[in-house]
């Protein structure tokens, strides 16, 4: 008789493995270095806010544009030298005073600045401090254009004439008759012989031009060669040459020329032409 075969005790089969956890088990090590990562970034992101509050509450590393002084500014500026020259170069933010090179930086912005003829000097102050001293370029005539009047220095260089009012331009010289524009941007040199000769014949009057009730200056061809006309009240008409430096054989220098434009401005206003470039006739006789 057989024996009855025994039976195994039942047993449960283990539970599989969660997802989620079976996850976590196999990407056990890339996980970790992403949480790594994670903590590097918050971490450093934390470390860079500390050091940026830090920065912008140390007042004495950086130069900020309002503790930059600019002197020089001649009166017929108008608009914000300062300004315009630092947002021009991109530095009317901080400036880290512990860069090298930074007041080369100052100069070159201010250099490149259309009413700076030169920059003088940059002086570095503490805590957090600059001075600069420029030399502006200055107004010596306007050039009729089409559409209006572009303002010159006495080397022909165009200046920002958005800076002249009506009224302030009517004060220089008109130099009429000019066919030709700039051939670069404000800052720069006309690029005309006619026009920088124009503006070294109204440097050289100068102040007289308004003594003199003079309205215009025109260049006026003649078999020797080109001569400057100014034009006074009531259409007269002045000879003044040729510009200065440039004089012909026998012509009187600049200031024999303004000496005498002095002389006319003196006496009652008159119509007849005078001519500066001659020397003028003797005057009296013998007795």
């Known amino acids: 008789m057989n024996a009855p075969s025994r039976r195994r005790p039942p047993h449960d089969d283990p539970p599989p493995a969660a997802p989620v956890a079976d996850f976590f088990t196999t990407h056990r090590a890339g996980l970790g270095a992403i949480a790594v990562i994670a903590a590097a970034v918050v971490g450093g992101w934390q470390l860079w806010e500390s050091s940026a509050d830090a920065v912008r509450a140390n007042a004495d590393a950086v130069l900020f544009p309002d503790a930059i002084e600019l ?34 930086r100052l100069e070159r912005a201010f250099a490149m600045h259309p009413w700076v003829r030169q920059v003088e000097r940059v002086t570095l102050r503490e805590p957090a401090a600059a001075a600069i001293d420029v030399r502006c370029r200055e107004p010596v005539a306007m050039i009729g254009v089409p559409g209006g009047l572009l303002a010159v220095d006495g080397e022909g260089v165009v200046l920002p004439s958005a800076d002249f009012t009506a009224e302030a331009a009517a004060e220089y010289p008109r130099v009429v ?41 025109r260049a006026a061809d003649t078999p ?51 001519d500066l470039s001659q020397e003028p006739a003797p005057t009296g006789g013998s007795g």
């Open 71 to 104: 002197h020089g500014v001649a009166p017929w500026v108008r608009g914000d030298l300062k300004a315009e020259a630092l947002r021009n170069a991109s530095l009317d933010g901080g400036l880290p005073l512990d860069d090298p090179e930074l007041p080369q």
């Open 177 to 217: 008759n000019v066919q030709s524009s700039p051939l670069g941007v404000e800052g720069s040199r006309w690029g005309d012989p006619l026009v920088h000769e124009a503006a070294a014949v109204a440097a050289a009057i100068g102040p007289d031009w308004k003594r003199s009730r003079l309205r215009e200056l």
């Open 224 to 274: 020797r060669g080109r001569v400057w006309e100014l034009v006074g009240p009531e259409g007269r008409t002045i000879r003044f040459g040729s510009p200065p430096g440039q004089e012909q054989a026998g012509e009187p220098a600049a200031a024999v020329k303004i000496g005498r434009l002095r002389t006319l401005a003196a006496e009652p206003a008159g119509t007849d032409p005078v």
